[in-house]
């Protein structure tokens, strides 16, 4: 009996991993690497003039995308990094912040420095579902005709800043 119980257990475990994974995505698949970017619309974060995305189409430069939120401290730790590839590269950096109070947002951004472009609240994660993420932080790289090149879950590190953003990037950036 405590066999059947444990199997059960891990069958609804890995049912509700995959839908965490993969989400609720109308094809049922997670954006891929050599895929194309849906349109993105973020709303505003409460209290934070400017925010709010709006991305239909090309956007004629390279865009990194980056979920995160203010509760989580490896998006504490990559941030500074963030602020870097804004100042150094001509790439558009759009955040996501994933499943947050819009308080603790706006207050995480004043704190640590807003370096994104444009960056808008996802409450209930159905933008992280239809982009394929998995954890936070996680960054997405496509190119300025909106093809994915890189969906990388974790935080950045200095080689993504120096020698894998620059790869992927060529001459676009």
């Known amino acids: 009996m405590k066999v059947l119980a444990a199997i059960g257990i891990v069958s609804i475990a890995l049912v509700a991993s995959a839908w965490f994974i993969w989400g609720p995505r109308e094809d049922g698949q997670p954006l891929a690497v050599g895929g ?3 349109e993105i619309e973020l709303d505003a974060i409460a209290d934070m003039p400017g925010s709010g995305v709006t991305l239909r189409g090309p956007a004629g430069k390279p865009l990194v995308i980056n979920a995160f939120a203010s509760w989580c401290i490896p998006c504490r730790d990559e941030h500074p990094l963030l602020i870097e590839i804004a100042e150094r590269y001509d790439v558009m950096l759009i955040g996501i912040n994933v499943g947050d109070l819009p308080e603790n ?4 951004l004043a704190e640590m420095g807003n ?3 444009m960056v808008g609240a996802d409450p ?3 933008t992280f579902y239809d982009l394929g993420l998995v954890g936070m932080p996680q960054t997405l790289v496509a190119d300025a005709q ?3 090149l890189l969906n990388g879950p974790g935080p950045i590190d200095r080689s993504f800043v120096d020698e ?3 790869a992927l990037l ?3 950036i």
Request: proline share 14%.
């Open 105 to 108: 947002a706006a207050a995480f």
């Open 124 to 126: 209930n994660r159905k």
């Open 115 to 117: 370096p994104y472009d």
């Open 36 to 38: 194309t970017l849906p």
């Open 146 to 148: 909106g093809k994915v």
């Open 170 to 172: 060529g001459d676009r």
């Open 164 to 166: 894998v953003l620059p």
